[in-house]
């Protein structure tokens, strides 16, 4: 059988456990200045979620880790900055 992906999984939501702590690890070692609080983190992976733009936990317009880019202060939506 075929292995499907979820294309609306973050990636600690994902089957392959390396790519969440190496995200999760790259976060961890953000300057706390750098990051915003972790009720508007988890706002923004909302958004995120339910966006089609999202496909294995990478945004599609910008390309990055929506969990990385969620949770810097100084990111945006790539889709809609007003948004978050």
């Known amino acids: 059988m075929e292995k499907r992906f979820c294309r609306k999984c973050l990636t ?3 089957d392959d456990g390396e ?3 190496t995200v999760q690890e790259y976060i961890s070692n953000l300057p706390e ?3 915003i609080s972790s009720d508007f983190y988890e706002k923004r992976l909302h958004y995120c979620q339910n966006c089609d733009n ?3 936990g990478m945004c599609r317009l910008c390309g990055c880790f929506v969990e990385v880019r ?3 202060k100084m ?3 790539a889709m809609n900055p ?3």
Do not use: I
Request: charged share 30%; proline share 0%; hydrophobic share 45%.
């Open 75 to 77: 990111s945006h939506c």
């Open 70 to 72: 969620a949770a810097k």
């Open 54 to 56: 999202m496909v294995n």
């Open 19 to 21: 790519y969440y702590r």
């Open 12 to 14: 600690k939501d994902m």
């Open 82 to 84: 007003a948004l978050w």
């Open 33 to 35: 200045e750098m990051k």
